[in-house]
């Protein structure tokens, strides 16, 4: 709500309104424009595999500067004919999801493209640490031996991934809670276009309490 109110003041100021935060939320709800947190239901992670599994080292990392850690998740997206899957890559200093893909199977190829997505658009990757939960696509030898040729550092969720991976299973909430990827679209096609609208809006538009009410578009440039 607060930053709500942030993003609309020039706009009210222009127009010599005053509002505050109780009777936003009143005329919010009165007009039926509150989002309700729903619970989730599609099971993205098995992470009982053969595949090695990395060590948690950003437990006690100071994140500084974009760049230096990326994590990535999957989490659901419903259709009428089912569910797709939506793999997200975002920077954990700016908050920016800076790769993603949206494909109909939890297999490996969504995550290696959103992977190979995101490496393609940074400028500078060196010092780089990849965290992720221990789900098979993450450690798989095709994914693990893209970070590997690329020089990044490999980190792993270890006891509670929802813990220790918590930035993304925030970003997912976000884009469901916030920009409506939590509706049952038509087909994939439908599903991608939203996705990508929400992503767009993420990135340039949403702004973070934790970012001092600035976009992570804006927090990225200037740090990346």
């Given at each position: 709500?607060?930053?709500?109110?942030?993003?609309?003041?020039?706009?009210?100021n222009k127009?010599?309104?005053?509002?505050?935060?109780?009777?936003?939320?009143?005329?919010?709800?009165?007009?039926?424009?509150?989002?309700?947190?729903?619970?989730?239901?599609?099971?993205?992670?098995?992470?009982?595999?053969?595949?090695?599994?990395?060590?948690?080292?950003?437990?006690?990392?100071?994140?500084?500067?974009?760049?230096q850690?990326?994590?990535?998740?999957?989490t659901?997206?419903?259709t009428?004919?089912?569910?797709?899957?939506?793999?997200?890559?975002t920077?954990?200093?700016?908050?920016?999801?800076v790769?993603?893909?949206?494909?109909?199977?939890?297999?490996?190829?969504?995550?290696?493209?959103?992977?190979?997505?995101?490496?393609?658009?940074?400028?500078n990757?060196?010092?780089?640490?990849?965290?992720?939960?221990?789900?098979?696509?993450?450690?798989?030898?095709?994914?693990?031996?893209?970070?590997?040729?690329?020089?990044?550092?490999?980190?792993?969720?270890?006891?509670?991934?929802c813990?220790?991976?918590?930035?993304?299973?925030?970003?997912?909430?976000?884009l469901?809670?916030?920009?409506y990827?939590?509706?049952?679209?038509?087909?994939?096609?439908?599903?991608?276009?939203?996705?990508?609208?929400?992503?767009?809006?993420?990135?340039?538009?949403?702004?973070?309490?934790?970012?001092?009410?600035?976009?992570?578009?804006?927090?990225?440039?200037?740090?990346?």
């Amino acid at each position: 709500m607060r930053k709500l109110i942030k993003s609309l003041d020039i706009d009210f100021n222009k127009v010599n309104i005053k509002v505050g935060r109780d009777t936003l939320f009143n005329v919010l709800r009165k007009h039926q424009m509150l989002t309700l947190r729903k619970k989730t239901s599609a099971r993205t992670t098995n992470s009982y595999h053969r595949f090695y599994k990395y060590n948690n080292i950003i437990k006690d990392l100071e994140v500084t500067r974009a760049n230096q850690v990326w994590v990535s998740d999957i989490t659901y997206i419903r259709t009428v004919k089912g569910f797709c899957y939506l793999a997200l890559i975002t920077d954990m200093y700016s908050r920016k999801i800076v790769g993603y893909d949206l494909s109909n199977s939890l297999e490996l190829k969504g995550c290696v493209r959103a992977l190979n997505k995101a490496i393609y658009k940074a400028k500078n990757i060196n010092g780089l640490i990849h965290h992720s939960d221990r789900g098979i696509q993450y450690c798989s030898n095709v994914y693990t031996q893209i970070l590997k040729r690329k020089k990044i550092d490999i980190s792993m969720t270890e006891e509670n991934h929802c813990y220790e991976n918590a930035m993304a299973e925030r970003v997912n909430g976000i884009l469901k809670d916030e920009f409506y990827l939590d509706q049952t679209f038509n087909n994939v096609a439908h599903a991608k276009r939203a996705a990508k609208n929400a992503i767009n809006l993420y990135n340039e538009i949403r702004l973070h309490l934790s970012l001092d009410y600035k976009t992570p578009n804006m927090v990225y440039k200037l740090s990346a």
